[in-house]
């Protein structure tokens, strides 16, 4: 996939407080969801929550925690991305909104999400995000929801090292979709 780079990479030019972009757009037949994130994905998802300080503070500091943690906390890492940033949902006075890019940029995701009935919502809690796998190839099942942007960043301030060894140690939950046909 040309739009994404190494993770090392990814979470270094977070920490120094650089966001990467794509640059291609997806085509039309694509529109509603594509597996490499997009300039649409980038503008419409990414760039308009860069501009709230929370979320710019939690994102570079998510990046220093990923370059100082290193590739054996990677993987687990990106859950927390997967599960804020590009799927996360939030709580407002007006109701639940969606502010992850991966659900701003796609149609179905978006319907999905606010729908609430093939899904499942869930107080954001650090060590279940850990444990919860994931697909990008699918409509999300399990989406985590945050109180405010605020507490992205008590996210990044608790020892996410050692949350991960712990997370490691119980496994993870079992997924909540039906494995990727081969």
């Given amino acids: 996939m040309p739009a994404l780079i190494p993770p090392s990479r990814f979470y270094e030019l977070l920490s120094q407080g650089k966001f990467p972009l794509a640059t291609f757009l997806r085509r039309r037949e694509h529109i509603d969801y594509i597996e490499e994130p997009d300039l649409f994905h980038e503008?419409?998802?990414h760039c308009p929550l860069l501009t709230n300080q929370s979320y710019a503070n939690f994102v570079r500091q998510f990046g220093e925690?990923?370059?100082r943690l290193g590739k054996g906390y990677s993987w687990h890492l990106f859950?927390?991305?997967?599960?804020?940033v590009e799927f996360g949902l939030i709580n407002?006075?007006?109701?639940?909104?969606?502010?992850?890019?991966?659900i701003v940029s796609s149609p179905s995701e978006a319907k999905?999400?606010?729908d609430g009935t093939a899904c499942e919502f869930r107080p954001f809690d650090?060590?279940?995000v850990l444990r919860t796998p994931y697909r990008i190839d699918i409509v999300q099942p399990i989406y985590y929801v945050i109180d405010s942007f605020t507490d992205l960043e008590a996210i990044v301030e608790?020892?996410?090292g050692s949350m991960i060894d712990?997370?490691?140690?119980?496994g993870d939950f079992a997924p909540a979709f039906e494995a990727k046909a081969s």
């Fill in 43 to 45: 503008v419409f998802g």
């Fill in 65 to 67: 925690a990923a370059v």
């Fill in 79 to 84: 859950r927390i991305f997967w599960f804020t």
């Fill in 92 to 102: 407002t006075p007006q109701g639940r909104r969606c502010f992850g890019a991966g």
């Fill in 112 to 114: 999905a999400a606010m």
């Fill in 126 to 128: 650090l060590m279940s």
């Fill in 158 to 160: 608790q020892d996410i």
């Fill in 166 to 170: 712990k997370a490691k140690s119980l």
